[in-house]
């Protein structure tokens, strides 16, 4: 079945460390999005990339950083920078081209990351 | 400047009870879609409908039905005869003609039996 795999699930952070959240995508849509969301908040954007080796900022970038080296995958890497780094991070993908932009974004199941 | 407004943080209604959840919008753009997203309990968003600026019409499917009126810049989404399973946070959200989505704070509805 077509969709976005997230992992882990859950994870922790210690003081001072950066972590990596996966995110990889099998539904062959050029754009990927990486969204926070706090308790009682909508969706933020962190960053986003809508073709192989180019992305953007998106509003809440400081402390985060991304790679996108192939279509299938966009990873996430939260880094010491990012004090308050306690939240539920979710990926998306979406068509990019311009017969299909702006048809819905197809979200992941999200990984919740916490302080230890 | 963009932005979508969900004045309502929490609704709790009775099963088979009919429900609103409001959504206004600002934008000054005259192309810009519209969505609504389901996050049930597990966490993921389930997309639930595309609206684009030059179409007007209600929508309805099944038990949900769509109403965005232009003139009050509003896209409220109404569950007819509620269902436990309905229970979810509801994100309305926003975008210009471009992909990136700006959300709402969500609606949070319980229902119950």
């Known amino acids: 079945d077509g969709g976005i795999t997230q992992s882990p699930k859950y994870l922790f952070r210690k003081e001072g460390q950066n972590v990596t959240l996966s995110c990889e995508q099998n539904?062959?849509?050029?754009?990927m999005y990486w969204y926070r969301q706090d308790p009682g908040q909508g969706l933020r954007l962190i960053y986003y990339?809508?073709?192989?080796?180019?992305?953007q900022k998106g509003d809440i970038a400081e402390g985060y950083s991304v790679s996108r080296e192939k279509k299938e995958s966009f990873p996430l890497t939260v880094t010491s920078a990012q004090k308050n780094p306690t939240a539920f991070y979710l990926c998306?993908?979406?068509?990019?081209?311009?017969?299909?932009?702006?048809?819905?974004?197809?979200f992941g199941d999200g990984t919740r990351l916490s302080i230890l | 400047a963009q932005k979508v407004t969900q004045a309502q943080t929490e609704i709790s209604v009775v099963e088979k009870e009919d429900v609103t959840l409001d959504c206004v919008y600002e934008?000054?753009?005259?192309?810009?879609?519209l969505f609504w997203y389901k996050q049930p309990p597990s966490g993921e968003l389930v997309f639930l409908i595309r609206?684009?600026?030059?179409?007007?019409q209600n929508e309805i499917s099944g038990r949900y039905s769509w109403n965005f009126q232009k003139s009050t810049s509003s896209f409220n989404f109404t569950i007819t005869a509620s269902q436990v399973v309905d229970s979810a946070v509801y994100f309305c959200?926003?975008?210009?003609?471009?992909?990136?989505?700006?959300f709402g704070t969500g609606t949070r509805l319980q229902v119950f039996p």
């Open positions: 990339s809508q073709i192989v080796n180019d992305f």
């Open positions: 959200a926003l975008s210009r003609n471009t992909d990136k989505l700006i």
């Open positions: 539904l062959n849509h050029d754009a």
């Open positions: 609206r684009n600026s030059f179409d007007e």
């Open positions: 934008t000054r753009d005259t192309t810009y879609y």
């Open positions: 998306a993908s979406g068509p990019q081209d311009r017969i299909t932009r702006n048809q819905p974004q197809h």
